[in-house]
């Protein structure tokens, strides 16, 4: 599979136009659009890899109902205070920042200078999975019969986090008027 | 070289045939709704401006053209006139993978009357009309105005509570005709009912298997959640002009307010094919007329088509009036009525829906 | 106080009660006469008693009004103003007569305060205008009624 040149370098040119306006926004909720920009780029880059379920469940999962969580939390907390200032910060917390970001970036070029190219491709390429009735479906019955047991893990977590986060709202309700107040 | 062939200037027609339909639903449906609304109501409504006042509405948008498009001072400018195209783009970009006819063979190539055949089908629509909340969101908190902030809140937490119930709802059909492609739901939907329960039906009984008959509690649930989805009333909190003033459009005129009132017609378009494609048979419906008609060979493939086409958008277009039909007799919800809604009756009732359609398919009843 | 309406088992399930609503606005759109008057072309019909554009009753081409001030006194709305003349059969007459409409407030009180029956309320109702002036003497003249 070949991907269009000029596509990959638009999705991955607005990408990362997007991570850095995520950083640089001073308001919340401009970064959050941002960041949903950036899911819509990756959704692109996804599609354009033939990998068309990740990327509707990419703008599903992420940008559709995660980042409108978000948001509204931001929205409700009204944070409209700037979350970091660069400029207040102290110079050495600037210059340890700066030095790791540049090692980690170092860090992806070496791994991605080093890796094995081609990467080696398992039994799921895009023929494969083309004849055997499309993403999607493939993606379903190996999670329902090879894959059920993380699966189901994965929902018992999901739904203990559930429980817990209405354990804590329910238990800080209960609280005597006057302690709530400040 | 390329040489553009037949089935290439069709592609062409397809898209601008496509295209023509969803950019002329806005004005029409404006005049729908004035006109409906009013004969609900026992007045007349415009009718002074062409034939039964058909042309208000290009009256309407020469208006909207050419009135001063004022920017408040105190809204953040980037995304207020970004607002409404991110509300625009993904209404329009839903009807891509919406089957309006079956296919046709030319020059020996499968012509689809669909603009775009994804194998996701239609979590491609879920995750595109997930994207029409930023709009509002962004059009609420970019106006700078409490009443526009809370439209945009309100209408982010209704879009969650029910984008919810809506995919669960769905689930069902999906399980039913077991694919994800709306040309096979379409083409399930086709086929008569044969079982009811564990008892079989006798073979000369034509109940066609649509998905409100074998769905009819999950149809329920999508009907109400793509109400709520759309905005429209009785969910239309995020406008409610008795509460909010006009919510998040409130800092918005001319062009850019016409923009929000095309995304919502736009969206209705989609939410009323949508119905019309998982529940009530896409584009069957009409095909007995073709025996009446004395035409063979291509041309009859092409009446067929036609009729199909007939079928889709008439269910289409009573669907429509159906969104104007329910906005003109229910009121508003209150925002702690809608909450309950969604959360306490919709999303079990949609829990459960799947739990018996899944009883249903490995016991054979479906 | 918050008094909740006691529903049935139907009611409560809320499906039908919306099926019936649906219903009920059909039927309007249907079967109920539309209540609009198309304006230009008709017109409501006002009562006889309409307290509308004023006019000056006049019998023989002169005016009925003596200038005897009784309804700008009694004007609770103080818009009409009188300037009294003698005319050279020594009958008292009003050299000016104005009613500022603006101020107006169409109460027939003046119309009711006339010994002369002079000052008359007619019923026509599209008094709107471009500018703001007051009814000069002459404009009220103009018979407009049968009252």
Redesign the interface.
């Given at each position: 599979m070949e991907i269009s040149p000029i596509f990959f370098y638009l999705f991955a040119g607005v990408a990362l136009a997007a991570s850095a306006m995520v950083i640089l926004k001073r308001n919340p909720v401009a970064s959050a659009f941002s960041l949903v920009m950036v899911f819509f780029a990756f959704a692109g880059i996804y599609a354009l890899l033939d990998a068309h379920l990740i990327a509707a469940i990419q703008i599903l999962v992420y940008a559709g109902a995660i980042m409108v969580l978000f948001l509204f939390v931001i929205m409700l907390l009204s944070a409209d205070v700037p979350s970091f200032d660069l400029r207040r910060a102290h110079p050495v917390a600037r210059a340890v920042g700066g030095v790791l970001s540049l090692v980690l970036f170092g860090f992806f070029v070496w791994a991605f200078k080093n890796s094995p190219s081609p990467a080696p491709l398992g039994n799921f390429t895009a023929e494969n999975i083309e004849a055997a009735g499309g993403n999607s479906r493939v993606l379903s019955e190996l999670m329902f019969s090879e894959y059920i047991l993380p699966f189901e893990l994965t929902s018992v977590l999901l739904l203990a986090a559930i429980i817990g986060a209405v354990a804590i709202a329910k238990r800080k309700q209960s609280l005597p008027t006057e302690g709530r107040r400040k | 070289m390329f040489e553009p062939n037949l089935y290439f200037w069709l592609t062409i027609a397809k898209f601008a045939v496509i295209m023509t339909i969803i950019l002329s639903v806005a004005p029409v449906m404006a005049w729908v709704e004035r006109r409906g609304s009013a004969l609900l109501q026992n007045r007349l409504g415009p009718n002074r401006i062409g034939p039964f006042g058909l042309f208000q509405s290009i009256c309407d948008a020469i208006k909207f053209m050419f009135k001063e498009d004022p920017v408040p001072g105190h809204v953040s400018k980037f995304y207020y006139s970004l607002a409404p195209v991110v509300s625009l783009v993904p209404a329009f970009m839903t009807f891509a993978v919406i089957p309006f006819a079956s296919s046709i063979e030319i020059d020996g190539r499968i012509f689809s009357f669909q603009l775009a055949n994804l194998n996701v089908g239609i979590l491609y629509i879920f995750s595109i009309a997930s994207l029409g909340v930023y709009g509002i969101i962004m059009a609420g908190w970019s106006s700078n105005n409490k009443y526009a902030l809370l439209g945009g809140l309100r209408s982010s937490s209704q879009m969650i509570s029910y984008e919810l119930s809506l995919g669960l709802s769905v689930i069902g059909i999906v399980m039913a005709f077991s694919s994800v492609h709306l040309n096979d739901i379409v083409a399930g939907q086709g086929e008569a009912i044969r079982q009811l329960g564990p008892w079989a039906l006798p073979e000369w009984l034509p109940i066609p298997k649509w998905g409100v008959l074998i769905q009819p509690i999950g149809f329920i649930v999508f009907l109400t959640a793509i109400f709520a989805e759309t905005n429209r009333l009785p969910f239309d909190l995020p406008e409610g002009e008795s509460e909010i003033i006009a919510g998040y459009h409130l800092e918005y005129g001319s062009m850019k307010f016409s923009l929000f009132m095309m995304a919502e017609y736009t969206n209705m378009f989609v939410a009323s094919s949508l119905i019309t494609t998982l529940y009530f048979g896409g584009w069957h419906g009409l095909h007995w007329v073709l025996n009446l008609v004395p035409v063979e060979g291509l041309a009859r493939e092409w009446t067929r088509i036609v009729l199909e086409m007939a079928a889709f958008f008439l269910k289409v277009g009573f669907f429509m009036w159906f969104f104007v039909w329910v906005r003109w007799t229910l009121p508003r919800f209150r925002y702690d009525q809608v909450m309950d809604l969604g959360w306490k009756v919709m999303l079990p009732l949609s829990l459960g829906n799947i739990f018996i359609t899944a009883l249903a398919v490995y016991y054979g009843w479906m | 106080m918050l008094v909740k309406p006691k529903k049935n088992f139907l009611q409560r399930f809320y499906?039908v009660e919306?099926i019936k609503?649906?219903g009920?606005?059909?039927r309007?759109?249907l079967f109920?006469?539309?209540?609009?008057i198309?304006y230009p072309e008709e017109r409501r019909k006002y009562s006889e008693r309409f307290r509308g554009m004023h006019y000056i009753k006049a019998t023989n081409g002169v005016e009925n009004c003596t200038a005897c001030m009784l309804c700008p006194t009694v004007c609770p709305a103080e818009c009409i103003h009188i300037e009294a003349g003698e005319r050279p059969d020594k009958e008292k007459y009003p050299v000016k007569f104005e009613i500022d409409v603006l101020r107006c407030c169409f109460c027939g009180m003046c119309e009711e305060a006339c010994p002369k029956d002079a000052i008359k309320l007619s019923t026509i109702y599209e008094m709107s205008q471009t500018t703001r002036q007051v009814y000069e003497k002459d404009f009220l003249l103009e018979q407009r009624g049968n009252k």
């Amino acid at each position: 599979m070949e991907i269009s040149p000029i596509f990959f370098y638009l999705f991955a040119g607005v990408a990362l136009a997007a991570s850095a306006m995520v950083i640089l926004k001073r308001n919340p909720v401009a970064s959050a659009f941002s960041l949903v920009m950036v899911f819509f780029a990756f959704a692109g880059i996804y599609a354009l890899l033939d990998a068309h379920l990740i990327a509707a469940i990419q703008i599903l999962v992420y940008a559709g109902a995660i980042m409108v969580l978000f948001l509204f939390v931001i929205m409700l907390l009204s944070a409209d205070v700037p979350s970091f200032d660069l400029r207040r910060a102290h110079p050495v917390a600037r210059a340890v920042g700066g030095v790791l970001s540049l090692v980690l970036f170092g860090f992806f070029v070496w791994a991605f200078k080093n890796s094995p190219s081609p990467a080696p491709l398992g039994n799921f390429t895009a023929e494969n999975i083309e004849a055997a009735g499309g993403n999607s479906r493939v993606l379903s019955e190996l999670m329902f019969s090879e894959y059920i047991l993380p699966f189901e893990l994965t929902s018992v977590l999901l739904l203990a986090a559930i429980i817990g986060a209405v354990a804590i709202a329910k238990r800080k309700q209960s609280l005597p008027t006057e302690g709530r107040r400040k | 070289m390329f040489e553009p062939n037949l089935y290439f200037w069709l592609t062409i027609a397809k898209f601008a045939v496509i295209m023509t339909i969803i950019l002329s639903v806005a004005p029409v449906m404006a005049w729908v709704e004035r006109r409906g609304s009013a004969l609900l109501q026992n007045r007349l409504g415009p009718n002074r401006i062409g034939p039964f006042g058909l042309f208000q509405s290009i009256c309407d948008a020469i208006k909207f053209m050419f009135k001063e498009d004022p920017v408040p001072g105190h809204v953040s400018k980037f995304y207020y006139s970004l607002a409404p195209v991110v509300s625009l783009v993904p209404a329009f970009m839903t009807f891509a993978v919406i089957p309006f006819a079956s296919s046709i063979e030319i020059d020996g190539r499968i012509f689809s009357f669909q603009l775009a055949n994804l194998n996701v089908g239609i979590l491609y629509i879920f995750s595109i009309a997930s994207l029409g909340v930023y709009g509002i969101i962004m059009a609420g908190w970019s106006s700078n105005n409490k009443y526009a902030l809370l439209g945009g809140l309100r209408s982010s937490s209704q879009m969650i509570s029910y984008e919810l119930s809506l995919g669960l709802s769905v689930i069902g059909i999906v399980m039913a005709f077991s694919s994800v492609h709306l040309n096979d739901i379409v083409a399930g939907q086709g086929e008569a009912i044969r079982q009811l329960g564990p008892w079989a039906l006798p073979e000369w009984l034509p109940i066609p298997k649509w998905g409100v008959l074998i769905q009819p509690i999950g149809f329920i649930v999508f009907l109400t959640a793509i109400f709520a989805e759309t905005n429209r009333l009785p969910f239309d909190l995020p406008e409610g002009e008795s509460e909010i003033i006009a919510g998040y459009h409130l800092e918005y005129g001319s062009m850019k307010f016409s923009l929000f009132m095309m995304a919502e017609y736009t969206n209705m378009f989609v939410a009323s094919s949508l119905i019309t494609t998982l529940y009530f048979g896409g584009w069957h419906g009409l095909h007995w007329v073709l025996n009446l008609v004395p035409v063979e060979g291509l041309a009859r493939e092409w009446t067929r088509i036609v009729l199909e086409m007939a079928a889709f958008f008439l269910k289409v277009g009573f669907f429509m009036w159906f969104f104007v039909w329910v906005r003109w007799t229910l009121p508003r919800f209150r925002y702690d009525q809608v909450m309950d809604l969604g959360w306490k009756v919709m999303l079990p009732l949609s829990l459960g829906n799947i739990f018996i359609t899944a009883l249903a398919v490995y016991y054979g009843w479906m | 106080m918050l008094v909740k309406p006691k529903k049935n088992f139907l009611q409560r399930f809320y499906l039908v009660e919306v099926i019936k609503g649906l219903g009920i606005t059909m039927r309007n759109l249907l079967f109920a006469p539309s209540v609009t008057i198309q304006y230009p072309e008709e017109r409501r019909k006002y009562s006889e008693r309409f307290r509308g554009m004023h006019y000056i009753k006049a019998t023989n081409g002169v005016e009925n009004c003596t200038a005897c001030m009784l309804c700008p006194t009694v004007c609770p709305a103080e818009c009409i103003h009188i300037e009294a003349g003698e005319r050279p059969d020594k009958e008292k007459y009003p050299v000016k007569f104005e009613i500022d409409v603006l101020r107006c407030c169409f109460c027939g009180m003046c119309e009711e305060a006339c010994p002369k029956d002079a000052i008359k309320l007619s019923t026509i109702y599209e008094m709107s205008q471009t500018t703001r002036q007051v009814y000069e003497k002459d404009f009220l003249l103009e018979q407009r009624g049968n009252k």
